[in-house]
Antibody
Framework: QVQLVQSGAEVQKPGASVKVSCKAS????????MHWVRQAPGQGLKWMGM????????SYAQNFQDRVSMTRDTSTSTVYMELSSLRSEDTAVYYC???????????WGQGSLVTVSS | DIQMTQSPSTLSASVGDRVTITCRAS??????LAWYQQKPGKAPKLLIYDASNLESGVPSRFSGSGSGTEFTLTISSLQPDDFATYYC?????????FGQGTKLEIK
């Protein structure tokens, strides 16, 4: 069965970076896109970007363009989302989610809480 | 970017009620729209994709319709498990964008 297992909660200081992982299993890793969505406490869902694990191509939301990097490791079927220059507003749960090309996200990870605090 | 606007933001209803949530896109997205249900502390769950297709395993009381810029999610007879927050999302073009959410509360 399809599973997306994310890394655990993290606490980072303002100005630092965080790297969240999402390990996929139960399907052919390179056949589906992976998206990252975040949700600040009490707020709605915000799409951050996506990566095509087949060739590593990415598309980022403009709000995060300068601070986010999405990468993948095909040998371990893992995608990574790194967010730099963290500020308190980046405190949120970060989700990875799988889609077919041009499709909706049917499978989601469990979420990773990132807290930015001095 | 395509803006997605949901209405209402909050909806109070009773078990057995028929409810409808609306989602409007700032430009045409054809039928590239999904609906998700989210419960507190949980990841979103896909209910409807391509505007009107029911995701496998989702009860048939959920249905979606619309195309272009106007879409609706209908729950034909509310069950206790349906009280949650619902989001629409367009995937016509990057950046994919979500509506602000509709919280469905028990009246």
């Amino acid at each position: 069965q399809v599973q997306l297992v994310q890394s655990g909660a993290e606490v980072q200081k303002p100005g630092a970076s965080v790297k969240v992982s999402c390990k996929a299993s139960g399907y052919t890793f390179t056949n589906y896109f992976m998206h990252w969505v975040r949700q600040a406490p009490g707020q709605g869902l915000k799409w951050m970007g996506m990566i095509n694990p087949s060739d590593g191509s990415t598309s980022y939301a403009q709000n995060f363009q300068d601070r986010v990097s999405m990468t993948r490791d095909t040998s371990t079927s893992t995608v990574y989302m790194e967010l730099s220059s963290l500020r308190s507003e980046d405190t949120a749960v970060y989700y990875c989610a799988r889609s077919w090309e041009g499709g909706a996200t049917a499978y989601w990870g469990q979420g990773s809480l990132v807290t930015v605090s001095s | 970017d395509i803006q997605m606007t949901q209405s209402p933001s909050t909806l109070s209803a009773s078990v057995g009620d028929r409810v409808t949530i609306t989602c409007r896109a700032s430009q045409s997205i054809s039928s590239w729209l999904a609906w998700y249900q989210q419960k507190p502390g949980k990841a979103p769950k896909l209910l409807i994709y391509d505007a009107s297709n029911l995701e496998s395993g989702v009860p048939s009381r959920f249905s979606g319709s619309g195309s272009g810029t106007e879409f609706t999610l209908t729950i034909s007879s509310l069950q206790p498990d349906d009280f949650a927050t619902y989001y629409c999302q367009q995937y016509n073009s990057y950046p994919y964008t979500f509506g602000q959410g509709t919280k469905l509360e028990i009246k």
